[in-house]
């Protein structure tokens, strides 16, 4: 025997078939999309302003910028600022190279020292983990100040006058160590490690073999940090180095500044010797702008997916 459907049952049934899935709340509208994208295009040019007009400025005869200030095109062009940068030849190549390879092998040194470090923090079954945790965590609260940084580095470790003073003294962070510890503890299961172990792996090769590739982004960023620190540190090559073949680029420019303006307050007392239009005062700051960024701005892409991924993931668990 048939029984009729009840219309408020047919009605629930249909109700209930053309149910629209639940919106996800962190999705954007359109609208709001494309706001949202010609706000940050707008954001994007006006950071970049700035940065054209820097090298529009570095590109312009000292004169016509005295004259005509800062334009987004120049009237007269002129690479003086760059030759005169450049005029000293070996100088400012050796100190790009000093800078280089200084960069480099203390963001290698950096990366691996903290990897290491924070790595058993990271472990429950690391007893002393809190005692060097608090040991790293101390030295972020106190120093032992210019004295003694002083005298280690000079009568203890003896790296005065040597590439080693570029980046030896910057080459660990007990802050990223921190961060990285934390970045182990949220991002890398304990039942992996515990299956390398089961599966016969050792410690060293647990951490290199599985630990490492799962920590990329938090070594990338702390690789970037660590590079851009080093790349624009100024104070080691001021304390540390007296011989001008192991000057970093950053305190060759600023040297070169210093006599620049020497010889510009002082022009009136040399006549004849110094030729005050053929010293370029800020067309130089802006060429030494453009050359020690560009290096810098031209590696940030390759570390950005690394970098935003380092410092957002496990920041929410849900």
């Known amino acids: 025997m048939n029984i009729p459907m009840k219309p408020e049952t047919k009605s629930k049934g249909k109700s209930?078939?053309?149910?629209?899935?639940?919106?996800?709340m962190l999705a954007l509208?359109?609208?709001?999309?494309?706001?949202?994208?010609i706000v940050l295009g707008v954001c994007c040019v006006l950071t970049?302003?700035?940065?054209?007009?820097?090298?529009?400025?570095?590109?312009?005869?000292?004169?016509?910028?005295?004259?005509?200030?800062?334009?987004?095109?120049?009237?007269?062009?002129s690479t003086m600022a760059y030759s005169f940068l450049f005029s000293q030849g070996s100088i400012v190549v050796t100190a790009y190279k000093n800078t280089i390879i200084s960069t480099v092998a203390g963001t290698l040194?950096?990366?691996?020292?903290?990897?290491?470090?924070?790595?058993?923090?990271?472990?429950?079954?690391?007893?002393?983990?809190t005692f060097f945790t608090f040991f790293a965590f101390f030295t972020m609260l106190f120093g032992g100040g210019l004295?003694?940084?002083y005298m280690v580095t000079r009568q203890i470790l003896k790296i005065q006058n040597s590439l080693w003073a570029l980046f030896l003294p910057s080459a660990f962070s007990p802050f990223w160590v921190i961060v990285m510890r934390t970045f182990y503890k949220t991002n890398v299961p304990n039942e992996i490690i515990?299956?390398?172990?089961?599966d016969g792996a050792s410690e060293w090769r647990t951490l290199f073999e599985i630990v490492m590739p799962l920590a990329i982004p938090g070594l990338a960023t702390v690789a970037l940090f660590s590079a851009i620190g080093i790349w624009n540190n100024f104070f080691n090559c001021l304390l540390l180095v007296d011989e001008a073949k192991y000057y970093s680029l950053q305190f060759t420019i600023y040297t070169?500044?210093?006599?620049?303006?020497?010889l510009l307050e002082n022009a009136d007392k040399m006549p004849g010797i110094v030729n005050i239009a053929e010293l370029?005062?800020?067309?130089?700051?802006?060429?030494?702008?453009?050359?020690?960024?560009?290096?810098?701005?031209?590696?940030?892409?390759?570390f950005q997916r690394y970098f935003i991924r380092g410092l957002t993931i496990g920041a929410v668990k849900g």
């Open 194 to 198: 515990e299956s390398a172990r089961m």
């Open 29 to 37: 509208s359109p609208v709001t999309n494309t706001l949202f994208t």
């Open 147 to 149: 004295v003694s940084y």
């Open 16 to 24: 209930f078939l053309s149910k629209k899935p639940p919106r996800d």
């Open 48 to 77: 970049l302003i700035p940065i054209y007009v820097i090298i529009m400025a570095s590109l312009t005869s000292e004169a016509s910028l005295t004259a005509n200030g800062y334009q987004l095109w120049p009237k007269e062009f």
């Open 109 to 129: 040194l950096s990366v691996f020292m903290v990897a290491l470090y924070a790595y058993p923090l990271s472990r429950d079954n690391f007893k002393f983990r």
């Open 256 to 262: 070169t500044l210093n006599n620049i303006r020497f």
């Open 280 to 302: 370029p005062s800020q067309t130089f700051r802006m060429a030494m702008a453009v050359v020690t960024v560009g290096p810098i701005v031209f590696a940030y892409p390759f």
